[in-house]
C-alpha cells in the first residue's frame, strides 16, 4: 500500500492550483490559434455507435462543425508544466518538496501523459477523417486501453501490496488477485465514462472540476498532501480550460482530455482506496455510461426499439428541448451534489 508521503502545507496546494490556472489562461490565445492555424477542428459524427444515423446529434450539433478540438492538450500540459515548475522550485530550495514524488503523483502523471497520447492520436484521426467512425478504430484503442490498465493493475497488486477494497462503515475487504481486475475494470470504465460524457460544452470539464476537487479534499484528509496538490492542479488547469468552454465552447476537449483526465481520476481513487466512492464523486459519468449501454442493450434484443431519443443521456435531455446550457447546469448540479456526500462518506466511512 501507498503510504503517505512528504507533507504540503495547504497554502502550497492553493498556490499550484492557482499557478495551473493562471498558465492555462495565459497560454490560451496562442494554443487556439495554433489549433486554427492547423486546421484542428472537430468533424461531425458520421454514425452513432451502433452504426446508424445520428440525427438528434446533427440537429443539436450541426453549428459546431470546424470548432478546434484537442484542447485536453491544454489541461495536461498546465498540469506537466505545474509539476516542473514545483520541481524547480525545490530545486533551488525555495520550497522544501515537489510535486514530483514518487510515491504519490508518478502513478497518476504516467496514467496521464499514456492516455493522452492515446487520445491525442484518436483525435488526430478523427479530424483527418481517417478510421471507420472517423478516428482510432475500436479494437486498438481498446488494445491500448487494457495495456495500460493491466500494467497498472499489476504494479498496484504486485509492487504495492493492493490487495483490498475499503467498504465505507464496514472496513477493508481482502479481494486478493481480483484486485487486477478490478482496477482493469475502474480504469477503463472511468475513463470511457467521462469520454462519453464530454459531448456538451462545458459538461465533462465541470464535473471534471467537482471529481479532483472533491478527491483533493479526501487525499488531504488522508493525509496524502502531495496527491492533494496534484487533484488541485488538476482542477486549476481544468477551470483554465472551462473558462473558455463554456456554451458556446472556443474549443473542445477532445478523447486527449477526457480519456486522459478519467483514467487519472480513477488510478487516484484507487490510490486513496476509495474506488466505491468514484460511483458517488462521479455519479453523472456512471449514469451517462449506463444510458448507452441500455440503449445498445434496447436495440439489439427489441428489434431497434430506443429507451432514450439519443444516448448518451444528455442527448437525450437535448432531444426534449431543454437547451443545452440547461442540460449541462443540471448535470453540474447533480455531480456537485453527489460529489458532497462522496466527500462526507469518504471522510467518515
Known amino acids: 500500500m501507498i503510504l503517505p508521503r512528504p507533507d504540503i502545507p495547504l497554502l502550497s496546494v492553493l498556490g499550484y492550483m492557482l499557478f495551473a490556472f493562471l498558465l492555462g489562461l495565459l497560454v490560451t490565445p496562442w494554443f487556439v490559434a495554433f489549433l486554427r492555424r492547423n486546421r484542428l477542428g472537430k468533424q461531425l459524427r458520421v454514425e452513432t455507435v451502433d452504426g446508424r444515423e445520428p440525427s438528434i446529434f446533427r440537429k443539436y450539433h450541426k453549428d459546431k462543425f470546424g470548432t478546434p478540438t484537442m484542447g485536453g492538450m491544454l489541461i495536461w500540459s498546465a498540469i506537466l508544466l505545474t509539476v516542473l515548475f514545483s520541481r524547480g522550485l525545490s530545486f533551488m530550495g525555495i520550497v522544501e518538496h515537489s510535486l ?5 503523483v508518478y502513478l497518476p502523471l504516467f496514467t496521464l501523459v499514456s492516455m493522452a497520447v492515446l487520445g491525442g492520436i484518436d483525435d488526430y484521426l478523427n479530424i483527418l477523417g481517417i478510421g471507420k467512425k472517423k478516428g482510432l478504430d475500436v479494437l486498438p484503442k481498446l488494445s491500448f486501453l487494457f495495456l495500460i ?31 487486477v481486475p478490478i482496477f482493469m475494470f475502474v480504469l477503463i470504465g472511468t475513463a470511457n465514462a467521462v469520454n462519453v460524457t464530454d459531448g456538451l460544452d462545458g459538461l465533462a470539464g465541470g464535473l471534471l472540476v467537482i471529481a479532483f476537487g472533491s478527491f483533493s ?14 487533484c488541485a492542479v488538476c482542477v ?5 480550460f472551462l473558462w473558455n468552454n463554456v ?4 474549443f473542445f476537449m477532445g478523447d486527449t482530455g477526457s480519456l486522459a483526465l478519467g483514467g487519472t481520476l480513477a488510478v487516484i481513487a484507487l490510490m486513496i482506496d476509495s474506488v466505491l466512492i468514484l460511483p458517488l464523486i462521479g455519479f453523472v459519468f456512471v449514469i451517462e455510461m449506463l444510458s448507452v449501454i441500455v440503449q445498445l442493450t434496447s436495440k439489439k434484443f427489441r428489434g431497434g426499439k430506443k429507451v432514450f431519443k439519443a444516448a448518451p443521456i444528455h442527448h437525450h435531455f437535448e432531444a ?3 437547451g443545452e446550457s440547461k442540460v ?14 462522496g466527500v462526507i462518506i469518504g471522510a467518515v466511512g
Open 100 to 104: 514530483l514524488q514518487r510515491g504519490e
Open 149 to 179: 490498465s493491466i500494467l497498472g493493475a499489476l504494479w498496484f497488486h504486485t509492487k504495492l501490496g493492493y490487495d483490498q477494497i475499503h467498504i465505507p462503515f464496514y472496513g477493508n475487504f481482502i479481494v486478493g488477485g481480483w484486485y
Open 217 to 230: 479534499v479526501l487525499a488531504y484528509i488522508h493525509g496524502f498532501s502531495v496527491l492533494a496538490a496534484f
Open 236 to 240: 486549476g488547469a481544468i477551470v483554465a
Open 247 to 250: 456554451p458556446p465552447a472556443l
Open 320 to 322: 426534449l428541448d431543454w
Open 328 to 341: 449541462t447546469m443540471r448535470l453540474w448540479i447533480i455531480g456537485g451534489f453527489c460529489s458532497l456526500l
